[in-house]
């Protein structure tokens, strides 16, 4: 049976459509279960169930059987049709659409199953359906394209590579020029390939990157939120404390002032005694009543701080603002991984009358040469000598007691500094930083230029602290609280060593537990 044949076949007599769900009736007639439901519903005597194919009458409303058969060719068949359909070619002979199956070159005709086993096949070119056959003709000769230019990169018909404009170009049949090309495409393909694998490795090696970075952004952002919080609680403890100094003086001048009403009430009492006393007549009750005192002396603690205080001591609530503030902030850099630095001292670059103690921790003047060789990295000039470690990245402080000398400078320098002529003083150039001392004189300098520190150091101890990248050498005195001195900031380009001047007596390192046990101060 033709294709034809079978599709009318599978179509329901009522809609005329290939079966959905089909039911065969008793009479053996099969249609659509939607279509032969809605054709007795749709009938005005509801007791009348007449088969629409053979007009058989049933008494009342047959079962409606599933063919299941017949509803699984049926299945098959749209699936089919449905594949054939998507190319919307139908075959050129059939009275009604039918899917084609091929397509002649040379007749342009698409043709379903049927048609294609009685169509003439001798040299006609047959290919899968299509609805432009021409396309596949050479635009000027109408002949079938069989031959690939590749000079100019063409389809051509045998007339274009004898006759035409293509004559005497290297030419290559379809086949051939599809296989190279399909080669090409297939070296295209593995390169594609290769580099899709090779992103998919760095897309999972970035995720793994990613996974650890936010781990790591986790653990961070907990840090950083305990910081801040530390941070604010010790900012509302200051606040609190400088609100209530604030108040006290405000609240001292009540004291002055009781303190006056109460004296201005006892010098008001002596005035009526004196008075009664000026009134009397007796001359010898005048003579025997006691003294009162002497009226000169009126000024007291209390006056002298009426007359000495004037005003709200608002430099001392900014120095102790700045103080505070300072060593919450020094602090709370302390707790990012600020290392306290266990300094030796570098006997090697010691001055010839400067004495290193056994622990190079101590550098004193002294009276006696020490006999060391005269080597480039010795000091010549000055009694200086620097640390053996160096430090090129992080955050550091070390301390040093200079309570043993009076003229003194300790501060970072760079290896490169000079170690003899007149620029190689620690300050005097602008390879070293310093904090000195000289008699009653404080100052930092560098670069020979030297900013005098007002108020002196209260303390025997200072402390030097670096943050490499931020470029900050910090001085400190290390009294209670915390002063802060001075601060450099510059951007480092060598490794910094810790370095010591001592013009007299000594002056010492603090070593690594009482650096660490400062460290709780910040």
């Known amino acids: 049976m033709a294709s034809a044949d079978v599709t009318a076949e599978l179509r329901c007599s009522i809609c005329m459509e290939i079966y959905r769900d089909p039911v065969t009736l008793p ?21 009348e169930h007449k088969c629409p194919e053979c007009q058989r009458n049933y008494s009342r ?10 509803h699984n060719i049926c299945q098959a068949f749209h699936a089919t049709e449905t594949d054939q359909e998507q190319t919307g070619v139908f075959c050129n002979y059939c009275d009604f659409p039918v899917p084609a ?11 379903c199953d049927h048609h294609l086993r009685t169509h003439d096949m001798s040299g006609h070119t047959l290919l899968p359906p299509t609805t432009c056959p021409e396309t596949r003709k050479c635009s000027v000769h109408k002949k ?19 006759d035409g404009e293509h004559r005497g170009h290297q030419v290559e049949t379809l086949q051939e020029a599809s296989e190279e090309k399909k080669e090409k495409l297939r070296n295209d393909l593995q390169k594609l390939m290769a580099e899709t694998e090779e992103a998919e490795k760095r897309v999972q090696s970035l995720k793994e990157f ?11 952002s907990e840090r950083v939120t305990a910081l801040f919080r530390d941070l604010r609680r010790r900012l509302e403890e200051l606040e609190k404390r400088v609100l209530s100094d604030i108040m006290r003086q405000v609240q001292s001048y009540d004291d002055i002032i009781r303190h006056l009403e109460i004296k201005k009430a006892e010098l008001s009492r002596k005035m ?25 002396d009126t000024e007291d603690r209390h006056d002298k701080q009426l007359h000495d205080g004037g005003d709200l001591d608002v430099a001392g609530i900014s120095h102790t603002l700045h103080t505070a503030i300072s060593n919450i902030m020094f602090g709370v850099t302390g707790g990012i991984s600020v290392q306290p630095a266990d300094i030796l001292l570098d006997v090697a670059t010691a001055y010839n009358w400067l004495h290193i103690s056994d622990d190079r921790k101590t550098a004193s003047r002294s009276h006696i040469e020490q006999n060391r060789p005269d080597t480039p990295e010795r000091f010549q000039e000055y009694p200086q000598v620097l640390s053996s470690r160096s430090f090129s990245s992080g955050r550091h402080y070390w301390e040093v007691d200079v309570g043993g000398s009076g003229w003194w400078i300790v501060g970072m320098c760079y290896p490169s500094m000079d170690r003899r ?15 000195c001392r000289e008699g ?8 020979r230029k030297v900013i005098q520190l007002p108020d002196g150091i209260p303390s025997d101890r200072v402390r030097i602290y670096l943050d490499y990248e931020a470029g900050q050498i910090s001085f400190y005195a290390l009294c209670d609280p915390i002063r802060h001195l001075h601060t450099y900031i510059t951007t480092f380009t060598e490794p910094l060593h810790a370095g010591l001047y001592v013009r007299r007596g000594c002056i010492k390192i603090s070593g690594r537990s009482r650096g660490s046990e400062s460290s709780a101060h910040w």
């Not at 069989?146 to 004898?162: F, G, H, I, K």
């Not at 996974?211 to 961070?220: F, L, N, P, S």
């Open 144 to 162: 079938i394209l069989e031959y690939y230019c590749t000079e100019d990169a063409l389809c051509v018909c045998v007339s274009c590579r004898l």
């Open 101 to 111: 199956t091929k397509s002649c070159l040379q007749c342009e005709t698409s043709l």
């Open 272 to 296: 009526r005694h004196i008075e009664e006393l000026c009134h009397m007549t007796d001359p010898l009750t005048v003579l025997q009543e006691s003294d009162t005192g002497d009226l000169c």
């Open 210 to 220: 990613r996974r650890k970075a936010q781990e790591k952004a986790d653990g961070e």
């Open 440 to 447: 009653n004189l404080y100052a930092v300098i560098h670069d």
């Open 27 to 47: 009479c053996g007639h099969s249609f659509c279960r939607g279509c032969i439901t809605r054709t007795w519903d749709l009938r005005d005597d509801l007791t």
């Open 421 to 435: 002529g007149g620029q190689s003083l620690i300050g005097d150039n602008n390879k070293s930083w310093g904090l």
């Open 61 to 70: 409303r047959p079962e409606l059987v599933r063919n299941t058969r017949l």
